[in-house]
């Protein structure tokens, strides 16, 4: 084992620190930056997502490290005993200011070198590369986390751009359109194109597609979904979700979505009608079949869209009231 942090900090028995003069004990392999925010310490982060390798790119969550020849960046940068840090002083502030006052001064070069606007024919992810910072938290996601490849980093520097693989349409490349680099975006450079109003409500429910339960937010704004979105560390899918789970929520609005029942008439036509009366002429129907053909002349099928407690309550009819075992939900495959 070293003796000594990577940068260089000798490395006590004790596994403790100073930060801002207070000593604070080390939990093994956290980063300055998980140590800061298990203090209740605000550091600034823009490259970093604690989905993603460090990455230590943006320079914005600096700070001081006793000892070292510059301020270190804090997402990238292991906590090791006996280092002296500085975290909120006025200098390290100041420091993290100029960080961003740079980004706008990138962002001005990228507009003069016209890379600025990003027309895609798919219907869901927008981008709009003024407003890019060139952190590659998109470009990360796409590839740790998704393992695609639809993405890319061109050019270095000052000049380098954020772009669809090969400058292609998102169709085009091996995006499966699964929206986490949206939501990986700091700055809003990548964005739900279905999007119309900014949110003024977000609501937690679960994604009701399959039966993994992803805890999804919808982002509402005068009660009509503008985008869905997923927070870090919550639920089984830690901020993750698929394309159906992010993009597929237009059917909530839809002029033809069914809002009440409706009984097909003499007619042959369908006619709206009240929930009592079609819950009796359902109940009527299926009395009448069990009647005459026997309970397993009847199956119920449940929507993956419900929830589990609608679907227990879907098999207790077909088993209990019914009697039959003709009984299944499609999120079960
Ligand atoms: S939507 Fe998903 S797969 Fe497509 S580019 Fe973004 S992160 Fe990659
Ligand atoms: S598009 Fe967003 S996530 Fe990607 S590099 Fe630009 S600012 Fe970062
Ligand atoms: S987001 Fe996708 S994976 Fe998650 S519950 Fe919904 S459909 Fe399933
Ligand atoms: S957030 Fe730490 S370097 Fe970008």
């Not at 997502?49 to 969550?61: A, I, M």
């Not at 809002?259 to 003499?266: A, D, K, S, V, W």
Request: aromatic share 6%; net charge negative.
């Amino acid at each position: 084992m070293s003796d000594s942090s990577p940068n260089g900090v000798p490395v006590s028995e004790a596994a403790t620190l100073h930060l801002d003069g207070v000593e604070v004990a080390i939990e093994p392999g956290e980063t300055i930056l998980d140590l800061c925010r298990r203090e209740g310490l605000e550091v600034p982060t823009l490259c970093h997502d604690d989905r993603l390798e460090p990455y230590g790119g943006c320079r914005t969550c600096l700070v001081d490290l006793e000892g070292a020849p510059r301020p270190v960046p804090a997402c990238k940068t292991k906590a090791a005993a006996g280092m002296k840090l500085e975290a909120s002083s006025k200098g390290i502030e100041a420091i993290r200011a100029t960080m961003m006052d740079m980004f706008a001064a990138d962002k001005k070069k990228l507009i003069a070198a016209g890379h600025t606007h990003f027309e895609d024919r798919n219907r869901f992810i927008g981008f709009n590369p003024s407003d890019c910072i060139l952190c590659d938290r998109c470009v990360r996601y796409c590839d740790e986390v998704m393992q695609c490849n639809a993405l890319e980093h061109v050019g270095q520097g000052d000049w380098g751009f954020i772009q669809p693989t090969d400058g292609k349409s998102f169709l085009d490349t091996d995006c499966e359109l699964c929206g986490g680099c949206v939501s990986t975006c700091p700055t809003g450079a990548l964005y739900d194109k279905q999007t119309t109003h900014e949110p003024d409500k977000s609501t937690r429910t679960v994604c009701t597609y399959c039966g993994v339960g992803c805890v999804i937010d919808l982002e509402t704004f005068e009660g009509k979904v503008q985008k869905i979105t997923a927070e870090v560390g919550v639920g089984p899918n830690n901020g993750d979700l698929c394309n159906k789970g992010k993009f597929a929520w237009e059917f909530i609005h839809h002029d033809e979505r069914l809002t009440q029942p409706l009984i097909r008439g003499e007619d042959g036509k369908l006619h709206p009608t009240d929930w009592d009366t079609a819950l009796k002429k359902v109940a009527a129907g299926l009395s009448e079949v069990k009647e005459k053909y026997g309970p397993d002349a009847l199956g119920f099928l449940a929507s993956s869209r419900c929830t589990n407690e609608d679907v227990y309550a879907i098999q207790k009819l077909a088993r209990a009231v019914i009697g039959t075992n003709n009984v299944h939900s499609c999120a079960a495959t």
